[in-house]
């Protein structure tokens, strides 16, 4: 046996290697959804990926074009069931642009509640899901718990927690109830503070802050390019807003700031969240003073709103007015529009198509985390495979609204 030669460079030492492919999902418990990713790695560095979409495909356009204008409701509740609220309130707003009618004030202050609210709800769950995937357990269960609580509010509402259908073409399914206001003044408060609670564990937490610091950054021109909005994109420096760039009901009267990252790390994104949390109590607490305590909340036009339930009953004039709605539809002048809102993840688009009946004709939604999870390769990519956790967290695919 000869004897080995020490004198060999390192570089003659080092065997041959290939890269290794490896498949995560699209049943996996960090993919907040069924999506795939084939990354092809380098030791434990992702050299690229190819991120696949498309496992849920719900079908929920095609499903839309199905039945009457009202009936896509519980569709547009599904796409994103963090916040189904906000996508209520989008939906709404898209047929009434085309109907050409605005509600009356106080019912754009309720949306305004009742929007911001789910909003606080979305960002409670990406970033209490996001800090669990990396060990942080407790601030999850706080936030979590802080959901709950916005729930409650929800269920007094309308009777469900989760998937609401409480809008309405003209208005809402019902006004607020009796106690809505001090519900939600008291609930607002618990939900900051607990809020309070996860920034003082985690931000002087060395093990969180070093998975998700100077992790998973993304230059704003990419972002812009990728066609993202929503959280994402402002942490990348970006302070687009839809409420302040286009607003809708009453954004425009109320003051509140857009919170903007540095870095467009993982950390950046969840500290936006956090922020806007605050925002959207700034919101609330403007909306609860404005609003008034009594006057309708839909619009006085028969052809659109149904009529109260005593006169179904007792006049025919109403038991016409409610079989023609509820069996014909609501009949939307025939044409196209798309009207866009600030949805939980970012911009939020209907585009209809009426042809005059009261069916849509076609129905397209633009959702934000479509986008997003389109630019999650040049996130990854370079990075980590440990770090795809954090950054994939910080995104907050929804599958729902992603495989539409």
């Given amino acids: 046996m000869e004897p ?5 460079d390192d570089s003659e030492l080092e065997l041959a290697a290939e890269p290794m492919l490896l498949n995560v999902g699209p049943s996996h418990p960090a993919m907040h959804g069924t999506v795939r990713i084939v990354m092809e790695l380098s030791g434990e560095s992702i050299d690229r990926c190819d991120v696949q979409v498309g496992y849920l495909h719900r079908g929920f356009e095609k499903m839309c074009e199905r039945g009457t204008w009202t009936q896509v409701y519980p569709y547009v509740d599904r796409c994103n069931y963090v916040s189904p609220m906000l996508n209520n309130v989008g939906f709404s707003l898209a047929c009434e642009k085309a109907l050409g009618i605005e509600v009356p004030e ?17 960002h409670l769950t990406c970033d209490g899901a996001m800090a669990m995937e990396l060990g942080a357990f407790t601030p999850f269960l706080w936030l979590v718990k802080a959901r709950e609580m916005i729930w409650d509010v929800f269920e007094e509402e309308c009777g469900a927690r ?6 309405r073409v003209g208005g809402m399914a019902a006004p607020p109830t009796q106690g809505f206001k001090s519900d939600v003044a008291a609930v607002v408060p618990q939900v900051l503070s607990m809020v309070d609670e996860v920034q003082r564990l985690l931000y002087g937490n060395r093990i969180f802050l070093d998975r998700v610091e100077n992790v998973g950054i993304i230059s704003p021109e990419d972002a812009i390019s990728l066609g993202w909005t929503g959280p994402a994109l402002r942490a990348a420096g970006v302070p687009y807003d839809v409420r302040k760039a286009s607003p809708y009901l009453k954004y425009g009267e109320v003051e509140f700031d857009v919170p903007v ?9 969840f500290v936006v969240r956090i922020e806007e949390m605050k925002q959207s109590a700034r919101i609330i607490e403007q ?3 404005r609003m008034a305590d009594s006057g309708p909340i839909n619009v006085q036009d028969p052809r659109i709103v149904l009529p109260p339930k005593e006169e179904v009953y007792s006049t025919i004039e109403g038991t016409i007015q409610h079989f023609k709605i509820v069996m014909e539809g609501v009949k939307i002048p025939a044409g196209e529009t798309y ?3 600030e ?3 970012g911009e939020l688009g209907f585009y209809l198509v009426s042809d005059g009946s009261g069916t849509p004709y076609r129905v397209r939604i633009r959702p934000p985390c479509f986008y997003i999870t389109g630019g999650l390769e040049r996130v990854i990519a370079g990075q980590m495979m440990a770090d795809v956790v954090p950054c994939f967290g910080s995104l907050n695919m929804i599958g729902g609204e992603c495989d539409r």
Avoid: P, V
């Fill in 287 to 289: 909306c609860l003073d």
């Fill in 106 to 122: 106080r019912c754009q202050w309720y949306r305004m509640i009742l929007g911001e609210l789910a909003r606080m709800s979305d």
């Fill in 162 to 167: 989760l998937t609401h259908s409480f809008g």
């Fill in 339 to 341: 009207s866009y809102t």
């Fill in 261 to 269: 990252g540095e870095k467009s790390d993982c950390l950046d994104r």
């Fill in 4 to 8: 080995l030669d020490r004198d060999l």
């Fill in 343 to 345: 949805g939980g993840n």
